[in-house]
């Protein structure tokens, strides 16, 4: 699935969070339903630690989880992926593959799912995005640059 569909996609703003604010601390959780393709996500202070608690979740650890940091040159969207490690089922080149498939259609949701957010802030619509692979492996443990949350933009 490479398109965002939006009746498929459930954005839930935790106690405090605002489509508009604050900047920091705000943090995303993207969670998906293998079986009926829905996409859920969290926006909070805080990363939705039930909804990456259950069983399957820590088996799978294939959440994608972001947050809005003001580093040296300005503010970045920092996105995490658990390529391997814990308690992560699959093998690392294969989790790799899925993760770097996948993340496109993650950073749209994310960037559809806060659209009114980056309407406030349209400057952060041109903050880098660091993505950081989490692995056990040093082959799969990485930082990249993905663009910036323009580049996801799908409306």
């Not at 650890?61 to 003001?70: G, P, S």
């Not at 969207?77 to 259609?105: I, M, N, Q, W, Y």
């Amino acid at each position: 699935m490479s398109r965002i569909k939006p009746e498929k996609l459930h954005v839930r703003f935790t106690e405090g969070m605002t489509q508009e604010s604050p900047v920091t601390p705000r943090r995303y959780t993207l969670t998906h339903s293998d079986i009926t393709g829905e996409l859920f996500l969290t926006v909070g202070s805080e990363y939705n630690t039930e909804q990456t608690s259950g069983l399957y979740a820590r088996l799978m650890r294939d959440e994608v989880l972001a947050e809005w940091r003001h580093d040296e040159d300005g503010p970045a969207l920092h996105v995490t992926c658990h390529v391997s490690g814990g308690l992560v089922l699959g093998p690392a080149a294969l989790r790799d593959f899925f993760f770097r498939k996948e993340l496109p259609l993650a950073l749209k949701a994310l960037r559809y799912g806060d659209r009114d957010f980056f309407a406030a802030y349209p400057e952060l619509d041109w903050a880098p995005i660091w993505v950081h692979f989490h692995s056990n492996r040093q082959r799969y443990r990485c930082l990249e640059r993905w663009g910036t949350p323009a580049d996801y933009c799908t409306q």
